[in-house]
C-alpha cells in the first residue's frame, strides 16, 4: 500500500531500500523484494545491506495494515470500530480535531487495563487554562513560553528532553545570490546561534547536522560564527546584496526565529531581509513546487538513525528542497549506509557532513531542538525520549 503508485504515498521512497521498490513505486515493475513465508514470518530482500534496517521498519509509515479491512471500509477503515491493532491499545472513539480515546488491546501479549484520552488544542493558553484545571495531565509548551512559566507556580513541572530534530536554514542553490557557495558561506558565519538559542528560550545550538545523542554526532564539524570572516566572503562574492527575503511556515517560535536572522544578518552583513511568514499549507506547497532563494525549516527524525538525517539531502530525497546535488554526498551517504564497522561509519558520515555544511552549504544548520512539557506529577515514567514517542503503556498516575 505504501509502494502503491495509486496511494501517492509521500513517505514510499522510505522503502526504496527494498528490491524492486523503486521501480514498482515509479510504475516501470510489477514485483518487490517482499515475500510471505508462513503466517509469522516475511522475508524482505534489499537492494544492497543496510544495518538500520530493522529500525526503518519500526517507523509508523509501514506500520502493519489490513488489507481486508481497506478494501471493506475505503476511506473509513481506520475510523472505531473498523481497524484492527497491534499495540498495546485500540482506538476506542476518534472526534477529529478534538479528541481520540484508547483502551487496552484484549489480544496484546501483555493486556493493558488502563484508559487514555488525548485531546487537540491548538491554543497553548486553553491548554494552560485546562491544566491548571487538572482536567489534563500533560501538555507539550512552546519554546518561548518556558522562562515565564519557570517563573510560576509550574516551575517544578516543566520537563525537557533532548530531540532527534533539527532545525535550518535552506538555499535554493539554482536562485541568485545563493547560487554561490561564497555567499552561502557568509550568510552560515553571520549567525550566533547562542544567541538564537536564548531568544526562542530552549535548543541546542549547532554548526554539524547529526544530533548529538545519535551516532555520528560530531560537534566540530561546521562553521563557526565569523562575522569578520562572513564579510569577507561577500566581498569575494563581488556582487552587492541589498535585500533577500526569507520564508517560513507562521507560529509564534518560527517567528522568533525568522526576526532574530532577520536581525543578525542586518548587524552583521549589512543585508535587509524581508520577513515571508505563510501558513504551513502553503509554505509546503510552496518549497516542494518552487523553492524559494532563503527559506527555514526543520526535520524530525523517523528512526533514530544518522541515514534518517543525512539522507534527506541526497539527490533522490523528496524532501531535498535545495535543489543541490553531489555525486560524493550521496556516496558517501550509501556507502554508510551499508558499513557494519563503527569507526569506517563515522568516517563516513564525518566526511559527508563536511561537504554539507562547510564546504558547499545547501543548509545552515541552526539548532537541535528540546522536546518541552508541562507534567503532572503524579504521572510516573513519563518519557517521550528523543523520537518525541510517548508510551502509555508504560506510564502510571499514582495519585
Known sequence: RLLNPQTGAEYAYFL??????????????SEIGVHVIDKKTLLVELEEPIVFFPAMVAFMSTYPQREDLVEKYGERWLYPPHGAYSGPFVLKRWKRDY??????????????????KLFVVSDVSSAISLYKKKFIDYMGIPSFLIS??????????????????????????????????????AFAMAIDKEE?????????????????????HNPSIG?????????????????????????YNYTPENNLIAQNLQEQWMRNLGIKVKLEAMEWKAFLQTIKLSPPPLYRLGWAADYPDP?????????????????????????????????????????????AQKILVEEELPIISLFFNTNNYLVNPCLKNFNPGALDIISFAFINKEC
Open 148 to 185: 515565564h512559566l519557570r517563573k510560576g507556580v509550574f516551575k517544578d513541572e516543566i520537563f525537557s528532553f533532548p530531540a532527534f530534530r533539527g532545525s535550518y536554514v535552506g538555499f535554493n542553490t539554482k536562485k541568485e545570490p545563493f547560487d554561490s557557495p561564497l555567499v552561502r558561506k
Open 99 to 116: 479528541s481520540v480515546e484508547l483502551e487496552g488491546n484484549p489480544f496484546y501479549y501483555k493486556v493493558v487495563s488502563k484508559k487514555v
Open 16 to 29: 526504496y531500500t527494498i528490491k524492486g521498490a523503486m521501480d514498482f513505486n515509479m510504475g516501470r515493475g
Open 307 to 351: 541515514d534518517n538525517f543525512m539522507t534527506l539531502f541526497t539527490s533522490t530525497s523528496g524532501n531535498n528542497h535545495t535543489e543541490w546535488k553531489s555525486e560524493r554526498f550521496d556516496e558517501l551517504v550509501r556507502l554508510a549506509r551499508a558499513e557494519k564497522n563503527p569507526s569506517k561509519r563515522k568516517s563516513l558520515y564525518d566526511e
Open 196 to 216: 538564537l538559542v536564548k531568544v526562542i528560550g530552549s535548543g541546542i545550538p549547532t554548526n554539524s547536522w547529526i544530533p548529538p545523542g545519535m551516532f555520528g
Open 223 to 247: 562553521l563557526k560564527f565569523d562575522p569578520a570572516k562572513a564579510k569577507e566572503l561577500l566581498k569575494e562574492y563581488g556582487k552587492e546584496i541589498k535585500e533577500v527575503s526569507l520564508y
